[in-house]
């Protein structure tokens, strides 16, 4: 899951073998603007259902290919950037990536001009 395009690809719905079949990420972009694949990807997260039928969560859930940090229940306003800068995890890919977006957006010096 080090590749981008790995974590992008782990959002897509698995229909073959039916062993392993998952549903597709199920957020809506227009209800959850900021938890498309491609930004939580970014962010370093790729789609880690849980196989836990009851958990009401298990479907959004997501796991940081660095540092493990797993996240679900996801809320419309949540921004994944934000919300891996957030957690006590100690992880290279929050410190390097996710700070400089989350300054970006702030409008801080990582703010590209």
Same mark, same amino acid.
């Given at each position: ?7 992008? @690809?782990?959002?897509? *719905? ?5 062993? &392993? %079949?998952?549903?597709?990420? !199920?957020?809506?972009?227009? #209800? ?6 491609? @930004?939580?990807?970014? *962010? ?5 259902? &849980? %196989?836990?039928?009851?958990? !009401?969560?298990?479907?959004? #859930? ?52």
């Amino acid at each position: 899951m080090q590749c981008l395009d790995a974590r992008i @690809a782990s959002f897509a *719905a698995i229909t073959r073998p039916k062993r &392993s %079949a998952k549903i597709a990420f !199920p957020l809506d972009a227009k #209800t959850y603007p900021h938890l498309t694949p491609n @930004a939580l990807a970014m *962010a370093g997260f790729y789609h880690f259902p &849980s %196989a836990d039928a009851d958990d !009401p969560d298990a479907d959004d #859930t997501c796991k940081c290919f660095l540092c493990e940090l797993v996240l679900g229940g996801w809320d419309t306003d949540d921004n994944p950037f934000v919300e891996h800068v957030k957690r006590d995890s100690e992880c290279a890919w929050k410190e390097i990536v996710c700070r400089l977006e989350v300054d970006r957006m702030q409008g801080g010096p990582g703010r590209m001009r």
